[in-house]
Nanobody, 122 residues
C-alpha cells in the first residue's frame, strides 16, 4: 500500500518558486523528510520535519530558500522552494520513518514516495 505520494513538480525558470506536496496516508510516522536525486548523482537529503513537532533541518545548499512545513489535518507535508536554481533540478522524494531517531540518512527511511520531477532552466 502506497503511504506517501508527491506532487507539485514541474518545469520552471531560475528564480521561480514551487511548492511540493507529500500526501501521507499513515499517521504513525515520526519524521517526514524530503530527498532529491539529480541525474548521475546519489539521492541526498534536503529537509526534515517531525510529524508532531516544529523541529526542522535542511541541507546547506537550500537553507534560506526552501521551507518544509506540515498540515496534520490535511495529512500533508510541504516543501516550499524559492529562488530555484538549475542545480536544484532533480527528482524530489518524500520519505518517512517510524523511528524516533532524528536522522538525515536515507537508509534510515523505510517509506518512500514515487518522486516528482523538478526541472529548473537557466
Amino acid at each position: 500500500q502506497v503511504q506517501l505520494e508527491e506532487s507539485g513538480g514541474g518545469l520552471v525558470q531560475a528564480g521561480d518558486s514551487l511548492r511540493l506536496s507529500c500526501a501521507v496516508s499513515s499517521r504513525t510516522f515520526s519524521n517526514i523528510g524530503w530527498f532529491r536525486q539529480a541525474p548521475g548523482k546519489e539521492r541526498e537529503f534536503v529537509a526534515l520535519i517531525r510529524w508532531n513537532g516544529d523541529t526542522t533541518n535542511y541541507t546547506d545548499s537550500v537553507k534560506g530558500r526552501f521551507t518544509i512545513s506540515r498540515n496534520n489535518a490535511k495529512n500533508t507535508v510541504y516543501l516550499q522552494m524559492n529562488s530555484l536554481k538549475p542545480e536544484d533540478t532533480a527528482v524530489y522524494y518524500c520519505a518517512a520513518t517510524r523511528s524516533l531517531l532524528w536522522s538525515i540518512r536515507r537508509d534510515d527511511y523505510a517509506y518512500w514516495g514515487q518522486g516528482t520531477q523538478v526541472t529548473v532552466s537557466s
